[in-house]
């Protein structure tokens, strides 16, 4: 990404603005393509801000095509696909049935609370049903790397955001984008999209 940097401002890397543009509508259509042929898109993000967004996003603009993973990415989620969804069964299961006794109770239960972190987002709110995804949406590269090379071997296609210093490897469409201001412009705009696509 290094060569879309035009200069430099208070010691941060300044992109090309038409390059940038052209990024985010890109992204933005292959996105909703997906979507739109009743394809998988699963958001992952391992950054606290952004928690609360995903959270919201999930539980008031719920989509059947869209899963996410809120903060915590346990690796082998893409290459041991059927034991994660059998957590995720047995999770979605207990949230049914127990949780409400649970919740109500107060009784500390420390495995379902791990679970929930985890596999929470994978979840439709009105759907059992768990599907593999078709194209992921990284909204952090740095410290993730992990996360792409797990893409790139069950060959997921990758969305990602990233800077002038991030190295472009194991990402199909990268996102350049300046601050988390944009990145959550950029949600916000795929999900109330994907929900307008649907009506």
Same mark, same amino acid.
């Given at each position: 990404?290094?060569?879309?940097?035009?200069?430099?401002? &208070?010691?941060?890397? &300044?992109?090309?603005?038409?390059?940038?543009?052209?990024?985010?509508?890109?992204?933005?259509?292959?996105?909703?393509? &997906?979507?739109?042929?009743?394809?998988?898109?699963?958001?992952?993000?391992?950054?606290?801000?952004?928690?609360?967004?995903?959270?919201?996003?999930?539980?008031?603009?719920?989509?059947?095509?869209?899963?996410?993973?809120?903060?915590?990415?346990?690796?082998?989620?893409?290459?041991?696909?059927?034991?994660?969804?059998?957590?995720?069964?047995?999770?979605?299961g207990f949230e049914a049935y127990c949780?409400?006794?649970?919740?109500?109770?107060?009784?500390?239960?420390?495995?379902?609370?791990?679970?929930?972190?985890?596999?929470?987002?994978?979840?439709?709110?009105?759907?059992?049903?768990?599907?593999?995804?078709?194209?992921?949406?990284?909204?952090?590269?740095?410290?993730?790397?992990?996360?792409?090379?797990?893409?790139?071997?069950?060959?997921?296609?990758?969305?990602?955001?990233?800077?002038?210093?991030?190295?472009?490897?194991?990402?199909?469409?990268?996102?350049?984008?300046?601050?988390?201001?944009?990145?959550?412009?950029?949600?916000?705009?795929? &999900?109330?999209?994907?929900?307008?696509?649907?009506?």
């Amino acid at each position: 990404m290094a060569d879309l940097c035009v200069g430099r401002r &208070v010691a941060h890397p &300044v992109m090309d603005s038409q390059a940038r543009r052209a990024s985010v509508l890109r992204a933005l259509y292959v996105l909703l393509r &997906v979507l739109q042929s009743h394809g998988h898109v699963l958001l992952v993000n391992t950054h606290p801000d952004l928690v609360p967004l995903l959270r919201t996003l999930h539980r008031d603009y719920a989509h059947p095509h869209l899963s996410y993973c809120f903060s915590t990415w346990v690796g082998g989620t893409l290459t041991n696909w059927q034991q994660f969804t059998r957590s995720m069964v047995s999770y979605a299961g207990f949230e049914a049935y127990c949780a409400p006794f649970v919740m109500h109770r107060g009784i500390a239960f420390p495995r379902y609370r791990r679970i929930q972190r985890t596999v929470h987002g994978f979840l439709h709110p009105t759907s059992p049903r768990v599907r593999f995804p078709d194209m992921m949406l990284l909204l952090q590269v740095a410290g993730n790397e992990h996360i792409l090379r797990e893409a790139a071997r069950v060959q997921v296609p990758v969305c990602a955001f990233v800077t002038a210093a991030t190295p472009a490897r194991g990402i199909q469409y990268p996102i350049l984008h300046r601050d988390l201001h944009e990145l959550r412009a950029f949600c916000h705009a795929l &999900v109330h999209t994907a929900r307008s696509l649907r009506k």
